[in-house]
T-cell receptor
Framework: NAGVTQTPKFRVLKTGQSMTLLCAQD?????MYWYRQDPGMGLRLIHY???????AKGEVPDGYNVSRLKKQNFLLGLESAAPSQTSVYFC????????????FGPGTRLLVL | AQSVTQPDIHITVSEGASLELRCNYS??????LFWYVQSPGQGLQLLLK??????LVQGIKGFEAEFKRSQSSFNLRKPSVHWSDAAEYFC??????????FGTGTKLQVIP
């Protein structure tokens, strides 16, 4: 198993550009999450999914959209990037709620100029 | 909505000394609780977790945590800190809606 992978690892965007971050897991996990990590603020939940075809908002969803068309993939989209979205983005997945913890991806570092 | 508070932003301890990192949560029911560690530039590693049962949880690297419902706390402890324990530690809580919320972290510095 490759575990949880994130693509790309690093990206520089200009303000107003769009991009999609891909999170993929090959472990048949039901639940998937997108977080952003900023200094002094810990990890903040952006959106999450409790199964294929479902999405839900987290703490800081504004400016982001997500899709989970396939169980193994969870996409995070930035339609019009802003400097405030400069961050490290982590994806995580859980196989079954209440029995196991989150498996994290390695992170995507995004810089918006 | 649940929340997690880690009141200590930065803690410094001497190598060999004991350690306790505080974590308080706000949630109406029994939460799922986690502690993670993150070294600079790295991802998150799970130290331990609590779902149910024994309120004293043993984790990796000699860490333990105790769930105290009356105090809404899940403090992390280690009897003797090693220099390699220097990192940032995050407490997290999971709720009935399958959301997992993290605290803002505590940075641990270990001095010789």
């Amino acid at each position: 198993n490759a575990g949880v992978t994130q693509t790309p690892k690093f990206r520089v965007l200009k303000t107003g550009q769009s991009m999609t971050l891909l999170c993929a897991q090959d472990m048949n996990h039901e639940y998937m999450y997108w977080y952003r990590q900023d200094p002094g603020m810990g990890l903040r939940l952006i959106h999450y999914s409790v199964g294929e075809g479902t999405t839900a908002k987290g703490e800081v969803p504004d400016g982001y959209n997500v899709s989970r068309l396939k169980k193994q993939n969870f996409l995070l989209g930035l339609e019009s990037a802003a400097p405030s979205q400069t961050s490290v983005y982590f994806c995580a997945s859980i196989p079954r709620w209440g029995q196991e913890t989150q498996y994290f991806g390695p992170g995507t570092r995004l810089l918006v100029l | 909505a649940q929340s997690v508070t880690q009141p200590d932003i930065h803690i410094t301890v001497s190598e060999g000394a004991s350690l306790e990192l505080r974590c308080n949560y706000s949630y109406g029911a029994t939460p799922y609780l986690f502690w993670y560690v993150q070294s600079p530039g790295q991802g998150l590693q799970l130290l331990l977790k609590y779902f149910s049962g024994d309120t004293l949880v043993q984790g990796i690297k000699g860490f333990e945590a105790e769930f105290k419902r009356s105090q809404s706390s899940f403090n992390l402890r280690k009897p003797s800190v090693h220099w390699s324990d220097a990192a940032e530690y995050f407490c997290a809580v999971g709720d009935g809606n399958q959301k997992v919320t993290f605290g803002t972290g505590t940075k641990l510095q270990v001095i010789p």
